[in-house]
């Protein structure tokens, strides 16, 4: 059992949720994706959230979201592809668990990414994926306390996070 929070990092279509969820499912751990307990919170789509109240109060409730798990046993949590962008919320990450980026090569994301799921890129085309990608990947290095190479498939990025894991 982790004593500690593991929280996963990097751009929306690396893989950190569904690695996240298998893995805290393989360790019998909790799993929370910071996007979809804010949508529960709320009652509303992410999308909505976005486009009712903006992505300032939404970066509040992801805030909000991971003081609300301090609290808590130890569990895999997906960030959001935006929250590492707000230092008080790397701040934290950082006190309270571990920070692991999943990092995914843009020409993988690209290719698989839906763009009508993604709530900052509603509308969206590659061309904001690639800007988006840009603006962020900084502050996921900036942050982690490892970095997970998750070029090489499901499996492969799952026993790679597994082993990451399984050390701490």
Known sequence: ???????????AGAGKTSLGRRL??????????????????????????????????????EAGVLMELIGQPPCIVSTGGGLPTVKENVLLMQNHGIIIHIDRPLDQILSD?????????????????????NERIGYYKACADYRLDNSHGFAVGLQTLTNMVEKL
Not at 1 to 11: D, I, Q
Not at 31 to 50: A, K, L, P, Y
Not at 113 to 133: F, M, S
Request: hydrophobic share 45%.
């Open 113 to 133: 990414i839906k763009l009508d799921r993604r709530p900052t890129l509603a509308g969206g085309t590659h061309e904001n994926v690639i800007d988006q990608y």
């Open 24 to 61: 805290a499912a393989n360790l019998n751990m909790r799993f929370v994706d910071t996007d979809q307990r804010v949508s529960e919170i709320m009652g509303m789509s992410v999308i909505d959230i976005f486009k009712t109240f903006g992505e300032a109060f939404f970066r509040n409730a």
């Open 1 to 11: 059992m982790l004593k500690m929070h593991v929280f996963l990092v990097g751009m």
